[in-house]
T-cell receptor, first 114, second 114 residues
Framework: DAGVTQSPTHLIKTRGQQVTLRCSPK?????VSWYQQALGQGPQFIFQ???????QRGNFPDRFSGHQFPNYSSELNVNALLLGDSALYLC?????????????FGDGTRLSIL | AQSVTQLGSHVSVSEGALVLLRCNYS??????LFWYVQYPNQGLQLLLK??????LVKGINGFEAEFKKSETSFHLTKPSAHMSDAAEYFC????????????FGRGTQLTVWP
């Protein structure tokens, strides 16, 4: 039973560039959430996708956008990269949007901005 | 508004000693509470969760936590630390109106000395 898989594992970009991160949810899960974890901090919620729509969003600018595909996989896109976007980006999946549904996390994508 | 406070960014214990990691939350409604563990270069793994019912929750790897509403706390304990417990631990809360969005604390780094 495959867990949450994310690609790539590491990425180096320069300021102003654009990046796309990918996530495949755990088998049987239909909801995907994205989190940003800066060094030494706890994860911060970016947004959540369910039924191919963004259902809720954290306090992140419009430079951060996403997509969910019919097979429940998801992408996170970040435009006009800033140095402050350097972080570990975590994808989490769950069955439904329920607040008591445990979220299963992938190992993340480490994004470094030069 | 949700907030999670983890007291002590670093905790050190000897192998075999009691582990106590503190978590306090603020919430205007009864929350759902989670503890996650993060090993180096990995994502987050769910240790345990409290939703409803028994306030003492047992998780994996011998960890348990007790929900104390009067103290707004959800401290994580383990009677006897093992070297393999060395990791970063995150407390998180969610509630129904935010549909599974997790609010994380800043984390506690646990070091276990031989």
């Amino acid at each position: 039973d495959a867990g949450v898989t994310q690609s790539p594992t590491h990425l180096i970009k320069t300021r102003g560039q654009q990046v796309t991160l990918r996530c495949s949810p755990k088998s049987g899960h239909d909801t995907v959430s994205w989190y940003q974890q800066a060094l030494g901090q706890g994860p911060q919620f970016i947004f959540q996708y369910y039924e191919e729509e963004e259902r809720q969003r954290g306090n992140f600018p419009d430079r951060f956008s996403g997509h969910q595909f019919p097979n429940y996989s998801s992408e996170l896109n970040v435009n006009a990269l800033l140095l402050g976007d350097s972080a570990l980006y975590l994808c989490a999946s769950s069955l439904g949007q329920g607040y008591n549904q445990p979220q299963h996390f992938g190992d993340g994508t480490r994004l470094s901005i030069l | 508004a949700q907030s999670v406070t983890q007291l002590g960014s670093h905790v050190s214990v000897s192998e075999g000693a009691l582990v106590l990691l503190r978590c306090n939350y603020s919430s205007s409604v009864p929350p759902y509470l989670f503890w996650y563990v993060q090993y180096p270069n990995q994502g987050l793994q769910l240790l345990l969760k409290y939703t409803t019912g028994a306030t003492l929750v047992k998780g994996i790897n011998g960890f348990e936590a007790e929900f104390k509403k009067s103290e707004t706390s959800f401290h994580l304990t383990k009677p006897s630390a093992h070297m393999s417990d060395a990791a970063e631990y995150f407390c998180a809360v969610s509630r129904g109106s935010t549909l599974g969005r997790l609010y994380f604390g800043r984390g506690t780094q646990l070091t276990v000395w031989p």
